[in-house]
């Protein structure tokens, strides 16, 4: 049964920098149709999880939210079946509760990954991020 782990969460000062894992279980990463994405989602009411950024599993094309661009980075180790949201300069609006998620799709042998909730099967517990002075 694929399973999913995260790890690396913690409270970070505003431009900081922290790097979350994803370990999964029961799936082999280089296969074609697996992708890992992250997805946050902030404190307060109504506050639906927000897509932040995926990775195909088997060549690492990735898909970056525009609230992140240019500074997180994904990125994976097959041999570990571990995937890495690498955050720089951190904002107290990345404060949330990351997640990540596998989809598992044989399109996405020629699909990039996309960053929408209902597009992932399986899910981690989440870890905290805090990013406050």
């Known amino acids: 049964q694929l399973q999913l782990v995260e790890s690396g969460g913690g409270l970070v000062q505003p431009g900081g920098s922290l790097r979350l894992s994803c370990a999964a279980s029961?799936?082999?990463?280089?296969?074609?149709?697996?992708?890992i994405g992250w997805f946050r989602q902030a404190p307060g009411k109504g506050k639906e999880p927000e897509g932040v950024?995926?990775?195909?599993?088997?060549?690492?094309?990735?898909v970056y939210a525009d609230s992140v661009k240019g500074r997180f980075t994904i990125s994976r180790d097959n041999a570990k079946n571990t995937v890495y949201l690498q955050m720089n300069s951190l904002k107290p609006e990345d404060t949330a509760v990351y997640y990540c998620?596998?989809?598992?799709?044989?399109?996405?042998?020629?699909?990039?990954?996309?960053?929408?909730?209902?597009?992932?099967?399986?899910w981690g517990q989440g870890t905290q991020v805090t990013v406050s002075s």
């Open positions: 029961g799936l082999t990463f280089t296969l074609d149709y697996y992708a």
């Open positions: 950024s995926c990775i195909r599993s088997s060549d690492g094309n990735s």
């Open positions: 998620a596998a989809d598992q799709d044989p399109l996405l042998s020629t699909r990039l990954c996309k960053l929408r909730r209902n597009e992932y099967d399986y």
